[in-house]
C-alpha cells in the first residue's frame, strides 16, 4: 500500500486509458537569497488518473502548492516532463477549473457575475452560461445571493461560490488548492463532505491539496504523502472506503487506520 | 470609521458648535483688542463685505472654478493614458517616469510667469499651471492602482488563460479606482491653488486676482471674503468627488 517515491510511476498504466494528469521526473527550484538556488520540489513523478479523486497532504511548506500550480500551468518546472489528458502540459488550459486557498471572487462583482467569470473569459455563450451558472449556484444553496456582492457571504458560502465558477466551463479536472483551509472546523466539514457528493455527481477527475488528513481521506481514492526540502511524494496510499461517503464515514475503523498511518509517515520524517 | 457618539444629537452638534466657539472668538479678540480691519477684520464685516461684493465674487468664482475644472479634467484625460503606459511597460515606464518627475519637482510658482510668457492673457496659462500642479497624484495613484492586483486574483484570471486585455479590464480597472479616487481627492485640492498662482502672476479676473487687487488696496475684508470662498470651493470639489466615488466604487465597505 505504501510505494516508495521513485516507485510511484513504476505501474505501467492501463491500456487505452490516459491519465488527466502524468507528471515524470519534475523538480523546481527558486531564487533564493543572494545568487543562491531554492530547491523547491522534486523530482516528482505523479499520475492522476482520469476520474480519480486524488489528494496530497503534507506540511505547511512542504511544497504541495508549488505542485498545484505546476499541475495548474501557471508555473513550468525546471526538469522533467508534464501531459495532461495526453498533450503536453505548458500552459492553463480551460479543461482545467482551480478553487484557491482563499476564495478571489472579485469583490465589485455579484456572485453570479464571479461564477460566470470564465464564460466571459472564455466568450462562452452568454445565455447558456448563465443558465450553468444559476444551476451550480441552486445545487450549492446559493440561488438566493446570486445578486449579493460576495462581501456579503459567509466564508463557508464565498468558497461554495468559487466552487462554482470552476465548476462552470464544465472542466475535466478540477484542482483544488487547500480550498477549506480559511474556514472554521465545522463547516470545512460540511463542504468537504458537499464536495465529496458533489464530485461524485459530476463524475470529474480532482486534485485536492491540503493539510488536513482526515480531509483529504474523507474525499480521496489516493492520498499522496508529501514531505518538506525538497518536496517530494513519500507514500501513495489507497484510501478503500467505500463511497458514497458521509459524516459516518470518519467513524469507520478503517477510517481512523488510514489517518493514524498517514500521520505515522509525516511524523516518522520530521520527528 | 464611525464615532459612536456622531450618531446622537449631541455627537452631530459638538463640531459645529467648536467652530461657531471659534468664530466668536475671533470676533471678540478684534473687537476688545481693536484691531483694524484692514489688518485683521471681524468675522461679521468680512460677512458685510462679502454681501456687498456679491456679483463681483460670484463672478469671479466662476472663473476660477472654470480654470479649475478644466485644468483637472485635462489634467485626468493626460494621467489615464500615461498611467496605462507606465504601468504595462517597462521601457516606458524607464523612459517617462523621470520627465514626469522633473515635471512634478520644477516649483509651479517659478514657471509660472513663463507659462504666461508663452501662452499670453488668456485663462490658458492658468489652465496649464492647473495641469502642471494636480496631473502628478492622480498620475502615482493611478499607476499604483493599476500594478495593485493581487497575485491571487491574477493567477486565477491565467488559469482561465484570460488575455492581457482581459486582465486589465476585468481586473486591473477595478482595482485601480479607489486608488484613481484617492489620487483625483489630493489633486482637486490642488487645482484650485493652481488656479489661483495663475492668477496671482498675471490674470484680470478670478478670485486670486480679486485677492491681490484687494489686498494691494487695503480692502482686506474683500480679500478674506475671497480666500473664504477659495476655502469653500477647494472643500466642495472635494466632497464632490467623494461623492462620486462612493457611487462608483460601491463595492468597499
Known amino acids: ?271 | 470609521m464611525s464615532v459612536p457618539s456622531s450618531s446622537s444629537l449631541a455627537g452631530r452638534a459638538t463640531i459645529p458648535a467648536v467652530y461657531l466657539v471659534l468664530l466668536v472668538a475671533w470676533e471678540l479678540s478684534v473687537r476688545v483688542f481693536v484691531i483694524p480691519a484692514w489688518i485683521l477684520p471681524a468675522p461679521t464685516e468680512i460677512g458685510r463685505t462679502a454681501l456687498q461684493w456679491a456679483p463681483e465674487l460670484a463672478l469671479n468664482s466662476l472663473v476660477t472654478l472654470r480654470e479649475t475644472l478644466v485644468g483637472f479634467a485635462l489634467a485626468i484625460a493626460l494621467s489615464l493614458p500615461l498611467a496605462v503606459l507606465i504601468a504595462l511597460n517597462a521601457t516606458a515606464r524607464r523612459l517617462l517616469y523621470p520627465i514626469l518627475l522633473g515635471l512634478q519637482s520644477v516649483p509651479k510658482v517659478a514657471v509660472a510667469p513663463l507659462i504666461i510668457l508663452w501662452l499670453g492673457l488668456s485663462e490658458w496659462p492658468k489652465i496649464v499651471i492647473v495641469i502642471l500642479v494636480c496631473f502628478f497624484p492622480i498620475l502615482v495613484n493611478l499607476i499604483a492602482g493599476l500594478e495593485a492586483a493581487p497575485r491571487t486574483m491574477l493567477d486565477l484570471m491565467r488559469s482561465l488563460g484570460a488575455s492581457p486585455h482581459m486582465i486589465f479590464r476585468r481586473l486591473r480597472v477595478p482595482v485601480a479606482l479607489p486608488h484613481f479616487f484617492t489620487g483625483c481627492k489630493v489633486a482637486v485640492t490642488f487645482a484650485v491653488i493652481g488656479s489661483v498662482i495663475g492668477e496671482f502672476v498675471a490674470a484680470q479676473e478670478g478670485l486670486g486676482y480679486l485677492i491681490l487687487i484687494s489686498t494691494s488696496q487695503s480692502q482686506t475684508p474683500l480679500a478674506f471674503a475671497a480666500i473664504a470662498l477659495l476655502t469653500l470651493l477647494s472643500i466642495a470639489l472635494f466632497h464632490g468627488i467623494e461623492w462620486i466615488e462612493r457611487r462608483v466604487v460601491n463595492w468597499t465597505p
Open chain 1, 1 to 271: 500500500m505504501i510505494a516508495a517515491a521513485g516507485g510511484l510511476a513504476a505501474a505501467p498504466p492501463p491500456a487505452a486509458e490516459v491519465a488527466a494528469i502524468d507528471l515524470q521526473g519534475v523538480s523546481k527550484h527558486y531564487p533564493g537569497a543572494a545568487g543562491t538556488s531554492v530547491h523547491a520540489l522534486g523530482p516528482i513523478d505523479l499520475r492522476i488518473p482520469t476520474g480519480s479523486f486524488v489528494a496530497v497532504v503534507g506540511p505547511s511548506g512542504c511544497g504541495k502548492s508549488t505542485l498545484l500550480r505546476l499541475v495548474a500551468g501557471l508555473e513550468m518546472p525546471d526538469a522533467g516532463t508534464m501531459t495532461r489528458y495526453g498533450t503536453p502540459l505548458d500552459a492553463p488550459s480551460h479543461e482545467v477549473g482551480i478553487v484557491f486557498q482563499e476564495h478571489v471572487l472579485f469583490p465589485w462583482n455579484t456572485v453570479l457575475e464571479n461564477v460566470m467569470l470564465p464564460a466571459d473569459v472564455l466568450a462562452l455563450p452568454k445565455a447558456a452560461a448563465r443558465e450553468r451558472a444559476l444551476r451550480l449556484l441552486e445545487m450549492t444553496g446559493l440561488a438566493a445571493f446570486a445578486d449579493h456582492r460576495p462581501q456579503m457571504l459567509s466564508g463557508g458560502m464565498r468558497q461554495r461560490a468559487a466552487l462554482c465558477r470552476a465548476l462552470l466551463a464544465d472542466p475535466r479536472l478540477l484542482l483544488l488548492d487547500e480550498p477549506f483551509g480559511a474556514l472554521d472546523a465545522l463547516t470545512r466539514e460540511e463542504l468537504s463532505l458537499e464536495l465529496s457528493s458533489l464530485w461524485q455527481d459530476l463524475g470529474r477527475t480532482a486534485f485536492l491539496i491540503t493539510h488536513d488528513i482526515e480531509e483529504a481521506i474523507l474525499l480521496s481514492d489516493r492520498v499522496l504523502v508529501m514531505s518538506p526540502r525538497p518536496g517530494r511524494l513519500r507514500a501513495d496510499i489507497e484510501v478503500d472506503l467505500p463511497r458514497p461517503r458521509n459524516a459516518d464515514t470518519a467513524r469507520l475503523p478503517r477510517f481512523q487506520e488510514l489517518k493514524q498511518q498517514i500521520r505515522d509517515i509525516i511524523f516518522d520524517r520530521r520527528a
